[in-house]
């Protein structure tokens, strides 16, 4: 026989006949003691979370914005009083003194404030702050609270434990960063801040906003960080003009880097509403509410409005407060 047929028989012919009873060799088993990971940091991660966390993260990482004068700070010092009774931390990194005289107006002796002027002095050139050293000081003052709130999770920690960390006038650290970014970043031999803000110098040096952004999320690093930590975190800033015209914001932009409306998990806009008569005329009555305009991590609150302070011509002035961020809600 030739050809296929010859092919096929011989084929078969080499197969080997098994006998039904014969016994069946066990195969090796692969287990989880077998596998030898390239990444064992990454798998002792891992199998880290199979169980509870000591250090359970926060999923507060805040934005609280509006103009001036509409209660943003006070929402949150007073949120973190109403929540910690045992002598919790709040630490405020504060550019425009906001914590600071919140906490003198109604904190005075309260050890549970702790404010943080980041503005560094000069006294040798004409501009008042020494931007570099100033940049330098935010970046420490972020590193100790990562630092503290590390070792407030070790054994036989007997410290008070950190809970709040708040930014005032995110919208002046920005404005920093883009300093530092034209007097120092670029070389463009501008000697202060003065100097880097002639005309001349903006309209031939082409601005590298990278640089800018760069510098700002090393806060949100930190911040981040915080979170992972167990600390709830809210950047307060103020609103400019927004001549792009974005939909839902009202004729107003976030005075901050672009990145942080994306980064922040939550964002409450603190907004005043003039209550009028029928006739249109001003009733004396201004009621403050907290618009909840972005909200990530509790869906029903998207979209909703609380009242949290209101005043009235020659009355005393009404402080709610914002029960959500009191209960720990957001």
Same mark, same amino acid.
């Given at each position: ?8 028989? !011989? !084929? ?35 199998? !880290? ?147 880097? !803000? ?133």
């Amino acid at each position: 026989m030739s050809g296929w047929g010859a092919l096929a028989e !011989s !084929s078969e012919a080499e197969k080997e006949v098994v006998p039904e009873d014969a016994p069946v060799a066990p195969q090796a088993q692969a287990t989880s003691e077998a596998f030898v990971s390239s990444f064992p940091d990454i798998i002792k991660e891992m199998k !880290s979370q199979e169980s509870a966390s000591k250090i359970v993260p926060s999923h507060i990482f805040c934005g609280v914005v509006g103009h001036e004068g509409t209660g943003k700070t006070g929402i949150v010092m007073d949120a973190h009083a109403q929540r910690f009774k045992n002598g919790e931390m709040l630490w405020a990194l504060d550019f425009d003194n906001g914590a600071m005289a919140c906490k003198q107006a109604h904190y005075r002796d309260d050890p549970r404030f702790r404010t943080f002027g980041p503005w560094v002095m000069q006294y040798e050139d004409r501009t008042a702050y020494d931007y570099i050293e100033t940049y330098q000081r935010v970046m420490n003052i972020g590193k100790a609270a990562v630092e503290y709130a590390s070792k407030q999770h070790e054994e036989g920690f007997e410290g008070p434990m950190l809970k709040t960390f708040l930014v005032t006038a995110v919208d002046q650290y920005d404005g920093m960063c883009m300093d530092i970014m034209k007097i120092y970043d670029l070389d463009t031999d501008a000697k202060d801040a003065v100097d880097a !803000s002639h005309a001349k110098i903006n309209q031939e040096i082409g601005w590298n906003w990278g640089i800018r952004a760069t510098r700002f999320r090393q806060l949100t690093a930190i911040c981040r960080q915080l979170n992972s930590l167990g600390v709830d975190v809210f950047w307060e800033t103020h609103l400019k003009e927004d001549r792009e015209g974005k939909v839902g914001f009202d004729g107003w932009k976030f005075a901050w880097e672009k990145s942080a409306t994306n980064d922040l998990f939550q964002i409450l806009w603190c907004k005043a509403q003039v209550m009028r008569n029928t006739d249109g005329s001003a009733t004396g009555e201004v009621r403050h509410f907290v618009d909840f305009f972005k909200q990530k991590t509790n869906s029903n609150l998207k979209g909703q409005e609380r009242v949290y302070f209101v005043t009235k011509k020659g009355e005393e002035a009404a402080w709610y407060g914002l029960a959500e961020m009191r209960d720990n809600m957001l």
